[in-house]
């Protein structure tokens, strides 16, 4: 990690404990990073990072920063939206700068996918993955590992999924942003692709009509193969009689007319793998587990 150079960014929600935060960035320091914060605690407005101007600004100037090669997203939450029209994203292409975050940054990695077809990573931000007490190792060491490139594996032990054998570009990312998108510039147009998605506190009636808007817009059917993540954080009830996430996945296996897996450890949990956004990937599974292997992206120097 030695002379990597990361500037964190807050295109969404702001840190919640500042000192937290210092102290990741602390020990991001200490194992030989330099650590440009373009997030201004004192700034925060509402519920966001910044107003929508500050944080588009805190973006560019991550994005020119000679002396980066990492651009982190601060937090999720929801912001990003807000500002999406407004990022230059040939201007974020072409500073060569390595994008990572998850859950709202998805409308990131969609949008600069379907502007520029550059690759960026679905991974950890500063707020909660870089600052916890105890550093989760499955987490950082898959991040560091994919970035060193180059190339990355992920792998998973999962029963009851289909066999599958096949290649295409991965792609995905939070569910409900990924459907947010649908319709608009910011949607990649990608065939043959290999689709991963996760979501948090969503009932499994809401993550069964996402998936079905997906697959009523053709989405899902072009697809070589779906693999879930996790979708914890929901709460059943009484009156739902017997439907609960494995019942939706049943009824989406029938209908939906390519493999999908389940047992993708990515989402809003500890343990998450990094994955390139855009880049080619081969997904072997059989009976036990998966294998999710990608190449052909960018990685540090």
């Known amino acids: 990690m030695k002379n990597i150079g990361i500037a964190i960014a807050a295109p969404g929600g702001y840190a919640l404990d500042d000192a937290a935060l210092a102290r990741g960035i602390a020990r991001l320091e200490a194992q030989g990073c330099t650590v440009h914060n373009y997030y201004e605690p004192d700034k925060k407005f509402q519920r966001f990072g910044g107003t929508d101007d500050a944080r588009l600004a805190q973006l560019n100037a991550a994005a020119a920063d000679p002396d980066c090669q990492l651009v982190i997203a601060l937090r999720g939450q929801y912001g990003i939206s807000r500002i999406l029209p407004r990022i230059d994203f040939r201007k974020m292409a072409d500073s060569g700068k390595l994008f990572v975050g998850y859950s709202d940054i998805t409308a990131f990695h969609m949008g600069l996918f379907a502007a520029t077809g550059s690759i960026s990573f679905a991974g950890p931000m500063m707020c909660d993955d870089f600052i916890r007490d105890e550093p989760v190792e499955y987490t950082l060491r898959q991040f560091w590992d994919c970035l060193r490139g180059p190339t990355h594996t992920v792998r998973a032990e999962a029963a009851g999924n289909p066999a599958v054998d096949v290649g295409g570009t991965l792609w995905g990312g939070n569910l409900a942003m990924i459907n947010h998108l649908v319709g608009t510039q910011f949607w990649p147009e990608i065939d043959g692709g290999i689709l991963f998605l996760e979501d948090i506190a969503e009932h499994p009636y809401r993550v069964e009509r996402m998936l079905l808007q997906l697959l009523h817009t053709g989405c899902l059917q072009r697809q070589k193969a779906i693999v879930l993540g996790d979708f914890s954080g929901y709460r059943l009830a009484p009156h739902d ?40 990937a081969r997904l072997v599974s059989n009976a036990t587990g998966f294998e999710l292997a990608v190449s052909g992206y960018p990685c540090l120097p």
């Open 241 to 280: 009689n017997g439907y609960d996430f494995d019942a939706m996945l049943a009824y989406i296996r029938e209908r939906v007319p390519v493999p999908v897996l389940t047992g993708l450890p990515f989402g809003h949990v500890k343990e998450r793998c990094t994955l390139p956004f855009g880049a080619p």
